[in-house]
């Protein structure tokens, strides 16, 4: 069983608030600031160039990419991290379309997040020839997969409302139709059990600065499954992904398995970050994170339908069908979210309406959703949010 | 004038060590640690998502772009960091290859960096239909500038060598041609005075690892010329490159000028150690590193060849002709190396032969140079390279 007071000790999470964000970004691991900084001193510091073998910065994007497989029911060898998603995600599109030449869709939906879509269509302009990117609407996916796709390309819980596509199903549809399927787990790696290999997952990347907790800008992941590891060609085919970095080949040959899939230097105190938090990601076991992300989030709706009726549930109520968030509707969305943050209650606020709480049970418990809830219960009551000064927007939301 | 002897003391040295590969990666300013640390436990930590406009991480990129425009001759608002250079190369060239539909052919050289030639072949092979890297011989590049090419992509200081392209004669025989000029200046940022907008380049990349110090896996930029900047459509369009990244709109719409550029997250924590240099590459100026690198660089030529006969210059004898680093052959260059790193001078060796020396004013000064140069002479004069320890090659050379 996963000792969650015990994993909660492990993150610093400021005096007086309650942080309901680590969905967009997770708290600092009380041990980075040491690790990060033994990276610099004693690793950049001292060993200078030679860090690369002597503190193993080389092997850190495969090693951590294993700790990450164990949450996402990948097999050993086929995770390394590197990039941000967005980049993962065309290096993923690029290589499952490559695998597929006689097709030329790539199917999406349109609670995908943007920049998915956006990257989607970016490579798509580049192939030219045909290629286009289709989106549905996200209760449309299944019917809309067909023997005319090569690729879909799927977020698996939905960035604003937290619905939860059915993996198993979906990529069982799209095999049955020829077609490739590549996931994005951003709201799925560290939020719910993920079973990419019982699933038969194609290709799928994530990141890791929501509920993985390695800080702004923290690195991604990508995925191969196993059979195709030595035969994917990585469009984006950098020096770090070829068979022989060091030998400075003039053409290009895929390095072995999952390592083609890197590109260039990897981020190494960014990557040390991300290693504090897998220290504590190691202690837990995502049937526990599920089990009580359920609990919690089942007494945030109950606790908030009861004190403030004109909040709309935007969440499947089933706890089966949505990820570790919780979010509701309302006009006002984005004043009440900058009065609930005055408030010390931190979620965020997603155009046009969506008002986004995630619940992350290494660090958040019942106490913190009681807490939260009564907050929210009083700012919507008396109204609090109807100030002019938590209307102006800022830059990023 | 710049006071090298304060820039010297703000960087850590190891004792007992000469670190002759800073363009390699670069040493730590003293700053970093505690530079990045307040990133970690004022910023992430007690800010935690309302760090991105509280702290100005969203602006980073920007900001900090043009800190190095000033060292490269570009005008303000034309750089912005982010990614790799590997992952830069290809936006670049997949930009202007669209900029220049009527042609296929990019044109590179055989002393490129092999990872932007690994990159142009993954995105020649994703266009398809007729598209080409086409690479010749250094010294063959001026003449292979004809009309048949879309792209000249070209490293204006050799990795291997030290040998430095004519960036103005090139960029004006790619104009002249109808060709658009992409350059790679790894090795030129913060190593020679570069001035892009004087030379009328048209995209620049360049990373910070090396001559800017920003530590292991820091970040890459990108340089788009105003006159193309709101007309170049990114091929990797990423939401933060988006008009509009917050108003999760659907469809791709660019954003105004160099934020175009954007792909992914930023690094924040990799950006704040390249702000702790870059408080240093302030205080100096290119053309007081570039005579005092001159003059390093001649020093050490003359003290080598005088002690080694054995050693055969491989970089441009004349310091107009070359960047800010001396290489020379010899077939044990490895084991040579090896040795040299066990007795405090720490270069690096790029196969096949090639022992590579940095010459980084900020910090490498004569007294430097001439012990380096004595411990070389010593090396070689006594064959301490010949032992089997020193030929056993590790993963990362």
Chains 1, 2 share one sequence.
């Not at 996916?141 to 960035?159: F, K, R």
């Amino acid at each position: 069983m996963t000792d969650f007071s015990k994993t909660k000790a492990m993150f610093h999470l400021p005096e007086g608030v309650i942080y309901l964000d680590g969905n967009s970004l997770g708290p600092m691991p009380k041990a980075a600031s040491a690790r990060v900084a033994r990276t610099i001193e004693a690793e950049w510091g001292e060993m200078l160039i030679t860090g690369w073998n002597k503190a193993g910065w080389m092997e850190q994007p495969t090693k951590i990419g294993n700790r990450i497989a164990r949450l996402i029911g990948a097999e050993p060898g086929t995770v390394v991290m590197g990039d941000t998603l967005s980049i993962k995600v065309y290096q993923a599109l690029a290589s499952a379309l490559e695998m597929n030449p006689t097709r030329r869709v790539i199917l999406s939906d349109t609670g995908n997040f943007p920049s998915d879509l956006y990257m989607a269509d970016g490579l798509v302009r580049t192939l030219g020839h045909g290629y286009s990117l289709k989106t549905v609407a996200p209760e449309e996916v299944e019917a809309a997969i067909d023997e005319t796709l090569a690729v879909t390309m799927i977020t698996e819980v939905d960035y604003r409302t937290g619905r939860k596509h059915d993996m198993k199903a979906l990529t069982a549809k799209a095999h049955a139709v020829g077609a490739i399927a590549v996931w994005d787990l951003a709201h799925s790696a560290g939020a719910v059990p993920v079973d990419l290999a019982g699933c038969n997952v194609d290709f799928a990347v994530g990141c890791t600065y929501k509920y993985l907790n390695s800080g702004p800008g923290g690195p991604a992941f990508i995925y191969v499954a196993p059979r195709h590891a030595e035969t994917a060609r990585p469009a984006l085919s950098g020096w770090l992904g070829h068979e022989a970095p060091f030998a400075f080949d003039l053409a290009y040959r895929p390095g072995r398995g999952i390592e083609r899939m890197r590109v260039g230097t990897p981020p190494v105190l960014q990557l040390a970050a991300l290693e504090a938090s897998m220290d504590i990601w190691d202690m837990a076991e995502m049937a526990d994170v599920r089990a009580k992300s359920i609990a919690l989030t089942d007494l945030f709706i109950a606790l908030i339908e009861r004190s403030c009726p004109s909040l709309t549930l935007a969440s499947p109520r089933d706890g089966n069908g949505r990820g570790s968030q919780i979010s509701f509707r309302h006009a006002e969305g984005y004043a009440i979210m900058q009065a609930l943050i005055a408030h010390g209650v931190i979620g965020d606020f997603r155009a046009p309406d969506i008002l986004r709480f995630g619940f992350t049970p290494l660090y958040i418990d019942e106490g913190d959703v009681r807490a939260a809830a009564a907050i929210i219960a009083e700012v919507m009551g008396k109204a609090l949010w109807d100030r002019p000064e938590y209307k102006v927007r800022a830059r990023v939301t």
